[in-house]
């Protein structure tokens, strides 16, 4: 069955917008501390397709060690998955793309990965921190698609993330055919 992933720095969002997305609160576990999601989750929905949760990067407060073993698991995963047609990088809109998100950009892109770029907690963002965050995300080049803006608190963006969804778990499955 075919699958999304979503990723992204710790504590950015990413599972809150998973429960927004499937309108149900308690699907993916959330939290305020970092670190909350250590495993890769996996959601059969419809029983037609798959969420994945991912953890997040970049949290300081994990032992090395720990984080090695996160980075291999991610990249098994991303390398060795079939099924995958694209992955969600959520991305924070009041900090836009840091040097973290940029590398997970180059890495998608490398493993020839769909990337859909989403600038998630626009509830709390000012108009100004908007436009850099998407200033700075086309001047870096992380990606051709247009990076959509979303609230998991209002539900904004919810719909055009949907659409953006179907078109990639209806496409083609190219990978299945390498
Ligand atoms: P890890 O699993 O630790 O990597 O975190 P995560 O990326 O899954 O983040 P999570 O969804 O657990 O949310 C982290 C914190 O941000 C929680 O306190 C959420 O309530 C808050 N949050 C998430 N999305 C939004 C949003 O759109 N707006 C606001 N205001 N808060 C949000
Ligand atoms: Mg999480």
New binding site residues.
């Given amino acids: 069955m075919p699958e999304v992933a979503f990723a992204?720095r710790?504590?950015?969002?990413?599972?809150?917008?998973l429960n927004t997305l499937w309108g149900r609160r308690g699907l993916a576990r959330?939290?305020?501390t970092?670190?909350?999601?250590r495993t890769i989750n996996f959601y059969l929905l419809e029983g037609a397709y798959y969420f994945v949760d991912l953890?997040?990067y970049g949290f300081a407060k994990v032992p090395l060690r720990m984080r090695r073993e996160w980075a291999k698991g991610l990249e098994d995963y991303f390398r060795l998955r079939r099924n995958l047609r694209g992955v969600v990088v959520v991305m924070d809109a009041r900090h836009g793309p840091t040097a973290l998100d940029h590398q997970m950009f180059e890495w998608l892109k490398e493993l020839g990965i769909e990337a859909v770029p989403v600038f998630?907690?626009v509830?709390?963002a000012s108009q100004k921190e908007k436009v850099q965050a998407r200033r700075r995300f086309e001047q870096w080049g992380l990606s051709p698609d247009e990076p959509l803006f979303f609230?998991?608190?209002t539900g904004e963006g919810k719909d055009r993330l949907w659409s953006r969804l179907w078109r990639l778990l209806k496409a083609e499955a190219a990978r299945l055919k390498e």
């Fill in positions: 992204g710790s504590n950015v969002g990413k599972s809150s917008l959330t939290s305020s970092p670190g909350r999601t953890p997040g998630t907690k509830d709390k609230s998991a608190r």
